[in-house]
Nanobody, 121 residues
Framework: QVQLVESGGGLVQAGGSLRLSCTAS????????MGWYRQAPGKQREVVAG???????QYADSVKGRFTISRDNAKRTVYLQMNSLKPEDTAVYYC???????????????WGKGTLVTVSS
């Protein structure tokens, strides 16, 4: 069983920065895409950023230029550096992973429990 554990959420003022981390543990035969989704109160979950095992990254238009995703395969960890945060970035951020797909999809194999990011104005 694979577990994804997120950390790094919290409260920050608009314009500030946070770094989220997500580490995979358990019996892992393979993980390709890892990434982040978010769900704001009253809204649907949306993709934030994803990265393949080889390092190819994709971003939602709303975070391009502000967020950077990276990963350390040896540590089975994916990071999300969030800069220039806005109140509209407030959401629960979920880590997800897929065993063989290189990009984020609607059917990710593994999910974390989420970490709350709150951006005050």
């Amino acid at each position: 069983q694979v577990q994804l554990v997120e950390s790094g959420g919290g409260l920050v003022q608009a314009g500030g920065s946070l770094r989220l981390s997500c580490t995979a543990s358990g019996i892992i035969f393979s993980i390709n895409a890892m990434g982040w989704y978010r769900q704001a109160p009253g809204k649907q979950r949306e993709v934030v950023a994803g990265i393949s095992y080889g390092g190819s990254a994709q971003y939602a238009d709303s975070v391009k230029g502000r967020f950077t995703i990276s990963r350390d395969n040896a540590k089975r960890t994916v990071y999300l550096q969030m800069n220039s945060l806005k109140p509209e970035d407030t959401a629960v951020y979920y880590c997800a992973a897929h065993k063989w797909r290189a990009t984020l999809t609607d059917d990710m194999d593994y999910w974390g429990k989420g970490t709350l990011v709150t951006v005050s104005s």
